[in-house]
């Protein structure tokens, strides 16, 4: 999966962009209260899209 795909499946699901670490970008679900990273890759394993999804308490894309 594409990162910017995924990016925006999850502000498309109320995820907020948080801050940015030295090899990732750190999201938010504030109605959750759950926080997950997303890795700088231009292409991101579909097993770990799958686990950031779970993370942030987000449907699966």
């Avoid at 594409?2 to 670490?21: M, P, Q, S, T």
């Avoid at 750190?26 to 394993?45: E, F, L, M, Q, W």
């Amino acid at each position: 999966m594409k990162r910017r795909d995924l990016i925006r499946h999850l502000e498309k699901h109320g995820c907020e962009f948080f801050r940015e670490g030295k090899k990732h970008t750190v999201y938010i679900n504030r109605a959750s209260g759950k926080c997950s990273t997303v890795p700088r890759h231009k292409d991101v394993i579909d097993f770990t899209a799958k686990k950031i999804c779970k993370d942030l308490e987000v449907p699966l894309p």
